[in-house]
T-cell receptor
Framework: DARVTQTPRDKVTEMGQEVTMRCQPI?????VFWYRQTMMQGLELLAY????????DSGMPKDRFSAEMPDATLATLKIQPSEPRDSAVYFC???????????FGPGTRLTVL | AQTVTQSQPEMSVQEAETVTLSCTYD???????LFWYKQPPSRQMILVIR??????QNATENRFSVNFQKAAKSFSLKISDSQLGDTAMYFC????????????FGEGTQLTVNP
């Protein structure tokens, strides 16, 4: 049963700490998306990759957020330093370019105190 | 830019009855896809149904069906024979037909199915 996995599932951290969230896309998928869900903003795209190359990261605060794909089986989203306003659920989704369906992971709930 | 609007923050329905969730969108594109996603308390995003804009026939998936009105830019979801497990947040989403495009989501509608 192929699925997107994300770790950690929940993370509580102190303001100023570095946070790293990891995503394993479905094997064979070549497009990876990072979305953030908050009560105020809803679901919004932060960044996405195709064939490991960043295509669009315009939704991401550049000064503290970074997204990478070290290899085809791993995508990472880092926040350094973290702030309370970063508290949200972060979803990773993967898909095949040319197909319209995106498969979502279970999300990482981040709480920054 | 595309926008998606869900004007019903909350809805409730009795078990076994039918409920319709509304969604409108704005776009200048002609080729696109529309989706309804379900997010139960587990927070997993689950695809419920999708509609290709070039298809005139409304999509159906078991108890779920859509009413797609392209000219009106309206895309409502009908849930028939509602079940307790249908209780969730429902998101309407838009995607252009361009290669590998992003999803733009509406604000969501919290649906509660009452026994």
């Amino acid at each position: 049963d192929a699925r997107v996995t994300q770790t950690p599932r929940d993370k509580v951290t102190e303001m100023g700490q570095e946070v790293t969230m990891r995503c394993q896309p479905i094997l064979g998928h070549n497009t990876v998306f990072w979305y953030r869900q908050t009560m105020m903003q809803g679901l919004e795209l932060l960044a996405y990759f195709r064939n490991r190359a960043p295509l669009d990261d315009s939704g991401m605060p550049k000064d503290r957020f970074s997204a990478e794909m070290p290899d085809a089986t791993l995508a990472t989203l880092k926040i350094q330093p973290s702030e309370p306003r970063d508290s949200a659920v972060y979803f990773c989704a993967s898909g095949l370019a040319g197909y319209n369906e995106q498969f979502f992971g279970p999300g990482t709930r981040l709480t920054v105190l | 830019a595309q926008t998606v609007t869900q004007s019903q923050p909350e809805m409730s329905v009795q078990e076994a009855e039918t409920v319709t969730l509304s969604c409108t969108y704005d776009t200048s594109e002609n080729n696109y896809y529309l989706f309804w996603y379900k997010q139960p308390p587990s927070r997993q995003m689950i695809l419920v149904i999708r509609q290709e804009a070039y298809k005139q026939q409304n999509a159906t998936e078991n108890r779920f069906s859509v009413n797609f009105q392209k000219a009106a830019k309206s895309f409502s979801l009908k849930i028939s024979d509602s079940q307790l497990g249908d209780t969730a947040m429902y998101f309407c989403a838009f995607m252009t037909a361009r290669y590998g495009s992003r999803l733009t989501f509406g604000e969501g509608t919290q649906l509660t199915v009452n026994p």
